[in-house]
């Protein structure tokens, strides 16, 4: 099969569905209204709440949903063999997803911009309100722990930072972004320039910062050499700056201007994919089916865990209704930021897959997923090199294609690491008003809560179940963190149902998607459950039991509303 066509393939049928199935959702089942006033105009604090332009809330929304997800995920499914992984990232973007997406974007802008884990209390009541904020801090706490510490190793070797795998050359173009972003946030918001202009500059000069990157790779300043300590301390501090900035300051520009370097990234993977196909050079060299590697778990539910962000992915939920919603300044531009977001999304995660699908020698193939744990393991370095080898097809050397794929893939873990850090802030708040903890509603307590609660699973080492030596919580919990998310979904979509059908809306669109995802991720659980018994890792078997608990006990909250409102319903028939 031709790497070419089943990219013509995909781009036709995202296309095709934000044209007609997304057209569809906005109009017959979210009837969004632009004489509807949102949230960022009736509760502007300049803050939080700014009404901003729709390319820049695009910008933010895409950045901070994409990190590192639609490029992992597929670059680790295609082991199952690249039909099976293309197939669920494009009917998961278009009827998940999306639907996700846009369903969370629109309940919350009905609901003051508040979370979706805040609305719960509304649309179930004040306990499943609670049980999902804790879920949500948690997971999101866990996730960005990890990134901290993934983006420490790739910053810096030693210390069991990722020999081999580390890239200081994206030290300078990602810190050099945060200085460009502010100067753009301050000129375009508070002397009022033009976006167009401040938009080229801004990224003309954050290109040339990853060529100078290249030229002068930041290992150290001054005697001092940057540890992956040194850096896990550090984006922790960033991380708390630019969660207490104002967001139009620093968090917006920022993930617009990120964007760009995403979109350039993307179009570089479509012109060597284009120019490859048509000269013959790139072809799939994955089996279009695999069940040959070993340690290989079942394709069902695992699959649908492991490509998440490329198709459905919880945190979505927390960044649409978060911050996004917070910055929209007409209904209307719901559509093309969250239904549009998300299939732009899922074409990422096809050009990652065919990266790792076509990137690569028949041998170098085999090599690297002739087993589960090593695709694993290698699926941000099988993703920079396949990507590489493709964007190398446009006439870039290989070696510059590599070092510009590895820095747009830091970015977006920067991105996300900011971005994950104030929804958690707000998570926070929204759990200390709903249990009445007064201190912790403010601004700066919330937040320096937020980047703890972060720092626990980056810096807090336990005994590793399999091996006895100490780890850092986030990676030992990390096994949980697909499922979670994938489970987070699922119950954003049954928030959104529920509320939908408040409103005599149809819900089969939301319905569908979120027994799917629940019955996916409950059977992911279970079969977690199981290999952890059998291998006898007691810690994350109690964690899974745990989150499974919790799983069954929203459902049942949810079925006993949904009871409550057709009895109600029935009553006022009669």
Known sequence: MDALLILVVATLALGLAYRFYGSFLAKQVMQLDDSYITPAHTMRDNRDYVPS????????????????GPLLGPAIAVVWGWLPALIWILLGSIFVGAVHDFGTLFTSLRHRARSIGDITEEVVNHRARILFLLFAIFAMSLAMGVFVLNISQLFSPGEGGAEGGHVPEAVLPSMMLIVIALVVGVLHYRYRLALLPLTLVGVVFSLIFVWLGTIFPLQGFGGLTFTPSFWTYTLMLYAYIASVLPVWLLLQPRDYLNSFQLFLGMALLLFGTLIGGLTGHLKLVAPTVNSNAQNLPPIFP????TVACGAVS???????????????????????????GMLTEGLLATLALLGVAAGFTAVEWVQNYADWKLAGAKALSNFVHGAGTIVAQTGVPHSLAKVFIATVAVGFALTTLDSA?????????????????????????????????????????????ATGQLKPAGTILWALFGTSNQLLAGLALLVVTLYLRSLG???????????????????????????????????LLGFSLLIL?????????????LKRQLVATQSTEL
């Open 421 to 465: 850090t104030r929804l958690i802030r707000y998570n926070i708040q929204e759990l200390a008003a709903a249990l009445k903890l007064e201190p912790l509603r403010n601004h700066y307590i919330a937040t320096a809560t937020a980047v703890v609660l972060i720092g626990l699973f980056a810096l807090m080492k336990i005994p590793d179940p």
């Open 302 to 305: 695992m699959l649908f865990i």
């Open 314 to 340: 919880g945190f979505h939920s927390l960044v649409a209704s978060g911050t996004t919603s917070k910055q929209l300044d007409k209904e209307s531009h719901a559509l093309p930021i969250a239904y549009g």
């Open 549 to 561: 608990l919790l799983a069954f006990w929203l459902i049942v909250e949810a079925i006993l509303t």
């Open 53 to 68: 332009h729709p390319a820049v809330v695009f910008g933010h929304h895409f950045a901070s949903i994409a990190g590192l």
């Open 505 to 539: 809306r149809p819900t089969v669109f939301t319905a569908t998607p979120m027994c799917f995802m629940l019955v996916v991720t409950i059977a992911a659980l279970l079969l977690s459950i199981r290999n952890f018994a059998v291998q006898g890792n007691w810690f």
